[in-house]
Each structure stands twice: as C-alpha cells, then as structure tokens.
C-alpha cells in the first residue's frame, strides 16, 4: 500500500539532462569489490555487529505492508528480511488513521502489530512510523468535526493516541517516529518556531467552528511537547529504551535545500532539550533524484550528524530513495553512487544507526505516483526483484565498513572531485 503524493512530499528538481550526469567512481570499480556473490547484506551486517564496530547495533532497514495485498511479491519480499534488511519499518499501518480509525478513543492496532510479530518472528528489529502526522490523520479529526478545543487536543487526544499505540507495540522496538513533517518548507530566516511550524500551509490549523477568524485548533508548537513527554511517558511504563525521533525532510542538509528550514528544527531541538522534553533523535527523510542539487552533498550530510551530535542528538537516515532522470548508464553509477554515500555518512558517523529504504523494488515503489519526469527505479531492486548496481554498491560499502576500511571519498560528486 504506497501513499499518494499528499502524503510524503520532497522537492522534485525537474532536470532532465543526462549531459549533467557526471562521471563517478565506485567501490564497485575496484577488484576487491567485484565478485560479492556469495555475500548477503545481512551477513556483512551480523559481522558489523558481531564485531560491535558502531558500539551498538546497526540497522539496515526498509518498508513493509500487510503482504496479503501484493500477493505476487509476497514470497520475495520475505527472502528478503532474510538475507538483506535487519529492520523493518511499517508503510503505513503504523499511522494515526489505522490506530485510531473510527472514533476517538476506540484503537485497533491490529494491523500495525502483525507487521511487527512478521519482523520479529524473522529475527528482524521494528521501528515505529509514525504516532503523529498532519496526514494519514483519522477522518474524525480532519477539519475538527467534532469541534474539539486546543485544551483537549493536548490534554487529552494527543496523550490518548501517542501512549496507547506506543504501549500497545510494546518494549522491544528500536525507535518511534513521534511527529512527523511539522515544520514548513515556507520557513524564512530568523522564524520562531512557532511561526516554523503554524506557517506550514499543510499542517491542520483549521478554525474550531470553520471560521477562519476563530482560534485555530493547532496556534503554537505546543502539540509537539505534548506528543513526546506523552511518549516519554508510554515507554517509560512499558521499561523499554525506544528511541524518540522526529522525522522531517528537506531540512538538516546544510547546502539542501533549505537552510531555513534546518534553523527551525535545531530551535524545534533546542526548545525541547530546554523544557526537559525527551527527544533521541532526528530522522532526515531522504527522497533525492540523481539530478543536480537534488541531494546532499555527502560533507553537508557529515555537517549535520556533526551538529546533531554535538547537542547529544542521533541521527538517522530514513525513507531513502534516489530516483533517475533516465535509463542511462551513468545515471545508474550516479544512482549507485549517491546510496553510497549516504549510507558512509551513516556508517562513519558515531551517532547514527538506522539506515532506512522507502519501498523495497522499483515495482512497488511509491515514486510511480509523483514523479512525472524520469523513470523512477528509485530503489535497489528492479521491477523484477532483481539487484542492481546501487545494491552492489551499497553491499560494497558495508563491507568496506565491515573489514576496517576508510570511509570512502565523496564519490557523488564525480570524478572530477573524488576518485577511488
């Protein structure tokens, strides 16, 4: 089941020029990298891990949905939590409108634990997505039908939703994504966060009775405080050591692409470290093209996990995709290249350890649904199943990782800059 595009936006950078496309350079190129098949993701990660090289587990994660409604895929995919993912994270039957689906207060968690019981009766780690989004939200909240005050929300509503689904899935997950996407892409320079956050157009802040001159039902940012102390408390009760993340994209890249946006989660940061509120981490949603400026640089990535860190923050990469303007060779290496780095800025980074696809093959991918130029093909495995060269590349990296190896230099940026 793949969202529409209302419900996971990223910029898509409409440049169709392969003539672009530069040169990159590989780990796959070298010798040493060339025959990894008898290697699996999952064994190079068992040794990372064995070996204890990030000081505590690294997960290489992607999505998953109720299997039932892709039949024909069913079979693929759990050879794959087999021999490639270590974690998985739910498409969607983890969200608000499948908890808490027909009124408040009455949950069925049915759908989002069964997922989880498929993860862990194969071994595989679980990771909460998500407690808290403006989108996939419960018919009965959508333009505030039901006439409910700030008072309540907060008291009452966010803390019911937040603690019972996190109590629910109970103590052995990895993280939870408590909010996502709260600040606005439209966010200016020298924003408070309250204006970050109630000047995103696509946040609910509808009027109490639809009267645009009535007090909005989301003023303030304070909804966020109250999801995570509601958090906190939940995984407190259950004795579990969960991670509470917030999750956002086009934001906390340095150079991509919003530096305003950036400034507004770090005071989103700040302002819960300052009021005592419980905050792990941050998840960088991660959908980018194999365009130009249409992804990190992999020093801007290393800037921001520097940054998180330094206020005693982890980082995570989440929902990552790349997809390609074309069909091209080159934009296949620079696809390859582009996972690559990433997944080093991770690796190389002391405080990150998820690393998180968004759609396990080209097929089911939700980039079908967006993208309007390109060909899609954003993930590791082709429509048939098959892996391809980012998946090569990325098993390449991690092994690199695994035996010791340096961190390889910024290959996304070509070869003009960075030569294996």
């Given amino acids: 089941m793949r969202p529409t595009v209302a ?41 990372i891990n064995d070996k ?29 939590f087999e021999d490639t993912w270590n974690l998985a994270v739910a498409e969607n039957d983890c969200k608000w409108f499948s908890n808490e689906p027909v009124t408040p207060g009455v949950f069925n968690l049915t759908a989002c634990q069964s997922l989880r ?11 909460g997505h998500n407690t808290f989004w403006h989108n996939q939200r419960p018919d009965w909240l959508a333009n505030n039908p039901l006439n409910f005050t700030v008072a309540e929300l907060n008291n ?86 969960v991670k509470l993340f917030y999750n956002d994209y ?17 005071k989103l940061l700040t302002q819960l470290q300052n009021s005592g509120v419980a905050i792990d981490g941050v998840g960088i949603q991660s959908h980018y093209s194999a365009n130009p400026q ?38 296949l290496r620079w696809q390859a290249s582009i996972f690559g780095d990433m997944l080093d800025t991770c690796l190389y980074s002391s405080n990150c350890n998820e690393f998180i696809l968004w759609d396990n093959r080209d097929d089911e991918s939700w980039l079908d649904t967006i993208v309007s130029d390109g060909v899609h093909q954003g993930t590791l495995f082709d429509a048939s199943g098959n892996p391809k060269l980012p998946f090569f590349e990325v098993l390449a ?3 690199n990782f695994a035996e010791g190896g340096a961190e390889p230099c910024s290959t996304s940026g070509g070869t003009s800059v960075c030569v294996l």
Wanted: charge should be negative; hydrophobic fraction near 45%.
């Fill in 156 to 241: 009452t509503i966010i803390p019911n939703a937040v603690e019972t689904v996190i109590e629910g899935l109970g103590p052995r997950l990895v993280s939870w994504d408590v909010v996502n996407e709260a600040l606005s892409d439209s966010a200016t320079l020298g924003m408070n966060l309250t204006e970050c956050v109630v000047s995103a157009s696509r946040w609910p802040n509808f009027a109490i009775d639809g009267n645009a001159s009535s007090p909005v039902l989301f003023p303030d940012s304070s909804f966020i405080n109250t999801a995570f102390l509601s958090a906190d408390k939940a995984r407190k009760k259950i004795n579990s050591d």
């Fill in 250 to 266: 086009n934001g906390f890249g340095g150079d991509f692409p919003s530096q305003a946006k950036t400034e507004c989660a770090f």
């Fill in 7 to 47: 419900f996971l936006a990223f910029p898509v950078v409409a440049v169709h020029a392969a003539s672009f496309t530069p040169a990159v350079s590989l780990l796959t190129d070298l010798p040493q990298f060339q025959n990894l098949a008898n290697k699996t993701v999952r064994s190079v990660l068992k040794t």
């Fill in 52 to 80: 204890k090289l990030k000081g505590t587990p690294f997960y290489f994660g992607s999505t998953l949905a109720d299997l039932s409604v892709s039949p024909q895929n069913a079979e693929w995919t759990s050879a794959r």
């Fill in 397 to 399: 990296r991690l092994l």
């Fill in 294 to 331: 249409a992804f990190p640089s992999k020093e801007s990535a290393h800037f921001t996990m520097d940054r998180l860190k330094n206020i005693g923050v982890m980082g995570a990469i989440t929902e990552l995709d790349v997809w390609l303007p074309d069909n091209t060779t080159e934009s």
């Fill in 117 to 127: 019981d498929y993860a862990f009766q194969r071994g595989i780690a679980f990771r």
